[in-house]
């Protein structure tokens, strides 16, 4: 499904409520709130007669609200470390990185920097509704933070979160599937990798042990056993809280993770939409255009289908590319096995420390094809233009492609 964007502001809408005496949560206004006043961020900051007043943002009230308060009146003291932190960063950066202390005896803010503290402040609202909306549309336990300290860049518009493959018509990604294993325990001599003519591709920790290029063939819908067995990691999704973060190298938006991770570990899955080979080349040659695209081609017995990510996906669709990455992709077979059409897990190929970027190889076997004429993008033809990596690795081969 396509989804068209409301074209009125949220202020727009708040005001249309409160005239209408109507609630709405999704948009901060709830029956409490209708005729209430709590701030929401603060605008800006003038002194008058040796009094200091902060310009007052009421939430879910317009913007044609806002008023100036005097400081006591205000309960609010994040809002304002908020506030001054956003001003002495303006400041700094205007002086090219050089700190500046604040000073109490100025008497107003200039335009640029009130601009700037109230384009932050929304910014902070946004990406907090995001991770928020992220966590709502997971179906894990880790949680999923959202960091922006490099530029205002918000939430991204035409991106919608999906745990699992979202198929075009006609495609049917659960198929194959009529019986399970019998296995008490797994693994066992006749669980299901073994059925496939695999071994099982976990040890007792739970740790990979297969080599790059083999497929993963877990348990099943139909198998005896239950949901602590052994043989099923990628199905229950991934287990570390992530964060996705704004580089400062112009690479865009990355993941880091936040918590340690062992070597051999599933971190997460790819997903995105299913589509034919043939439409992903047609939505290549549009995607070249607006230099971003996600096009991961299922190649594990065939060129026949295509994963884009650039509308639907999870937080893989933030993931960036590395010449020296830290995950490794593997084909997994669940409830589908059609050869066709496998998952695709991203297993860490070493220790990863706590807060360090997560990164899997674009051209590695058995991965994406990235071939776009932008560093984040993904696409499935042989024969385009050249990109430039980004990704700062010793081993770095220079181009992504």
């Not at 990109?387 to 690795?393: H, I, L, M, Q, R």
Request: hydrophobic fraction near 30%; charge should be positive; proline fraction near 5%.
């Amino acid at each position: 499904a396509w989804y068209v964007p409301c074209l009125a502001s949220l202020e727009t809408l708040q005001e249309l409520c409160r005239k209408e005496n109507l609630s709405c949560k999704s948009i901060g206004i709830t029956n409490r709130s209708l005729k209430s006043y709590e701030v929401e961020y603060l605008c800006d900051y003038k002194v008058e007669e040796g009094k200091a007043y902060y310009l007052v943002k009421w939430k879910g009230w317009p913007e044609s609200s806002n008023t100036w308060e005097p400081r006591k009146h205000l309960n609010c003291p994040l809002l304002i470390q908020n506030f001054l932190r956003d001003k002495n960063e303006y400041l700094s950066r205007v002086r090219q990185g050089k700190a500046m202390k604040v000073r109490n005896h100025v008497k107003a803010l200039k335009p640029a920097i009130a601009d700037y503290i109230v384009k932050k402040a929304k910014q902070r609202i946004a990406l907090q509704r995001w991770k928020e909306e992220l966590n709502r549309k997971k179906n894990h336990k880790a949680m999923i933070l959202v960091e922006n300290t490099v530029d205002l860049e918000g939430p991204p518009i035409d991106f919608y979160y999906i745990n699992e493959y979202k198929p075009a018509p006609g495609i049917n990604v659960l198929n194959g599937i009529t019986t399970g294993c019998e296995c008490a325990d797994c693994p066992a001599e006749k669980c299901c990798p073994k059925e496939a003519g695999f071994i099982l591709a976990y040890n007792k920790r739970k740790k990979l042990k297969i080599q790059p290029g083999l497929p993963i063939y877990e348990c099943n819908s139909y198998c005896r056993c239950g949901p602590d067995c052994p043989n099923r990691i990628v199905q229950k999704g991934t287990p570390y809280s992530l964060c996705i973060f704004r580089t400062n190298n112009g690479r865009g938006w990355g993941v880091k993770t936040l918590q340690k991770i062992k070597t051999n570990s599933f971190v997460m899955e790819y997903v995105g939409e299913v589509i034919t080979s043939e439409e992903a080349e047609r939505r290549g040659q549009l995607y070249d255009n607006q230099g971003n695209t996600y096009l991961f081609d299922l190649d594990y017995d065939s060129d026949e289908f295509t994963v884009d990510a650039a509308r639907y996906g999870n937080v893989s669709h933030f993931v960036n590319h590395s010449c020296d990455p830290n995950l490794q992709v593997f084909n997994v077979f669940i409830d589908n096995l059609d050869l066709r059409l496998p998952r695709i897990a991203l297993f860490s190929t070493r220790t990863i420390k706590a807060g360090e970027e997560l990164t899997f190889d674009y051209q590695m076997k058995g991965s994406i094809d990235l071939t776009s004429d932008s560093a984040e993008g993904l696409s499935p033809s042989k024969k385009r233009i050249r990109t430039v990596c980004k990704c700062g690795a010793v081993c770095c081969r220079g181009y992504l492609n």
